[in-house]
């Protein structure tokens, strides 16, 4: 974070405080008139704007991944396992994410219309959620899952 001073004339604070909050995150300017009271000085608390999110490609991120049919036997035997009272971690969720998201890409580009698009967003919610994430703050919860799981996997 940093500060930003500026003297300008009167007639361009509107500009210039528009210019600077399209270049940087900013805060409200503070105007104060010169000594000589013919300028304005504006003073802006000012921070670079974070850089785009970059997610891995669903190939990258999946490269390692076990088949679909493996996952959704994994994953099925996880909730079971749920059902009888055993608290599930978060790598089902990652898990289950990953293999909706991975199922949702193949109903995509297939041109299937399902609701798997649907159901995957809605499990990247939950693993954001799970991770303390806030789902405003992440700009493609299916990106964050691919991007999760590609960290997990390659641990393994």
Request: proline letters at 6%; charged letters at 30%.
């Amino acid at each position: 974070m940093f500060e930003i001073r500026i003297i300008c004339d009167p007639a361009d604070t509107d500009r210039v405080s528009h210019t600077l909050a399209a270049a940087f995150d900013t805060g409200s300017a503070r105007q104060y008139p010169t000594r000589d009271g013919k300028r304005t000085r504006l003073y802006v608390t000012a921070d670079h704007r974070p850089g785009p999110e970059v997610w891995p490609a669903p190939e990258e991120a999946y490269a390692l991944a076990p088949s679909l049919v493996s996952e959704i036997g994994w994953t099925a035997d996880r909730a079971r396992m749920h059902l009888h009272g055993r608290a599930v971690d978060r790598e089902y969720w990652l898990r289950k994410a990953a293999l909706l998201d991975r199922m949702a890409l193949d109903d995509e580009t297939s041109r299937v219309h399902t609701d798997a698009p649907e159901v995957a967003m809605n499990a990247a919610l939950r693993l954001l959620e799970i991770d303390g994430e806030h789902s405003e703050a992440v700009t493609d919860p299916r990106g964050y899952v691919r991007q999760a799981y590609a960290h997990w996997i390659n641990k393994q």
